[in-house]
């Protein structure tokens, strides 16, 4: 690893720590960064819909974010969880009703989630570079 991102890597670290100890996972274990990349989308780009297989939870860090530049879009890959619960029938989303959540891009950010969830980037219609390093994650014997 760089230098450069030692500082960041320590941080995530910490974080995965808390999602592990919050989903109640087995102290005897925890979070390994198994993979990490940066991407970097211009105007135009956008990720198409994918989950992680092998991995636990998958994060994303905000380099450069900002306004049109590309929300991540989390969705549910429980396909009667779609038709079963339809807009009209929810006053307020929440992590039971809602199908799918938006979260735009914001500078200095860190979003943790479910390497199984459906994701994908929706197209930056801005001129500036959307930044962003992405990790995978699997639990391993802690020593």
Wanted: glycine share 6%; with cysteine; proline share 6%.
């Amino acid at each position: 690893m760089t230098p450069e991102l030692a500082e960041l890597f320590a941080e995530v670290r910490k974080k995965l720590d808390e999602v592990h100890q919050a989903f109640e996972f087995s102290t005897s274990l925890r979070q390994v960064i198994t993979e990490a990349w940066i991407n970097i989308n211009q105007k135009g780009h956008f990720n198409c819909s994918h989950d992680h297989p092998g991995s636990l939870f998958s994060a994303v860090y905000y380099v450069k974010g900002g306004p049109d530049k590309g929300e991540l879009e989390l969705k549910t890959p429980i396909i009667p969880h779609t038709y079963t619960i339809s807009n009209e029938m929810v006053s307020g989303f929440n992590a039971f009703t809602g199908h799918a959540m938006v979260i735009p891009p914001v500078t200095g950010d860190l979003v943790i989630f479910p390497s199984w969830l459906l994701h994908r980037v929706n197209m930056s219609k801005s001129d500036e570079d959307r930044i962003s390093i992405a990790f995978n994650t699997r639990a391993a014997k802690f020593i």
